[in-house]
């Protein structure tokens, strides 16, 4: 699906968009209004206010800090759980690019990948750095006349090697 329209990203006709501008103190965890379904995200944008940050290495470092959770339908835990950075592309720095599902351009990370809900979705930030994070995030969502089972729903999961894994596999895709 190719949302371009003049230059500029654009969700598909009939979809509702609700922004939300949330700031993370260190160590905070803050959830966006839920969403309901049966729907299909199909944008979500953030876009860190990288401009209060301090520093470059805080710029950089809330890419591994800031925490995204996304839970369906009210199950005990996220089917999403991935640094903000490594969930759009930008592993230990911003990276500047543009495909089709995700990307960075301006500061605003964009993924487009479709992810359907039958009930509800919850999205969630964590702040696990030193320093407070502010976020600008945008849902685009398209509701559906009913849930169809074959649908499936999006999980992305993250673990960490350290120096004591050296030399040990590491699992990139399970």
């Known amino acids: 699906e190719n949302w371009k329209k003049g230059g500029m990203a654009m969700p598909p006709a009939g979809c509702v968009s609700s922004s939300e501008t949330i700031t993370l ?3 905070a965890q803050q959830a966006l209004s839920d969403l309901s379904g049966p729907a ?3 944008e979500l944008t953030v876009t860190p206010d990288f401009a209060k940050l301090p520093t470059a290495v805080d710029r950089e470092g809330i890419l ?3 925490i995204l959770r996304i ?3 009210g199950a005990s835990s996220p089917s999403v759980a ?3 950075g490594d969930f759009f592309g930008s592993f230990w720095r911003r990276t500047r690019y543009e495909s089709m599902y995700f990307g960075l351009t301006n500061n605003t990370f964009v993924c487009r990948f479709p992810m359907p809900l039958e009930k509800s979705a919850r999205i969630s930030f964590e702040n696990q750095g ?3 994070v502010d976020l600008a995030v945008n849902v685009s969502r398209q509701a559906l006349p009913a849930w169809d089972a074959n649908c499936a729903y999006f999980h992305s999961s993250w673990s960490r090697s350290t120096a004591q894994d050296v030399g040990k596999p590491h699992a990139i895709l399970r």
């Open 130 to 132: 030193r320093q407070p």
């Open 71 to 73: 839970t369906w339908d």
């Open 25 to 27: 103190a260190p160590g």
């Open 40 to 42: 299909i995200l199909r």
């Open 82 to 84: 991935v640094p903000l």
């Open 64 to 66: 591994r800090d800031v």
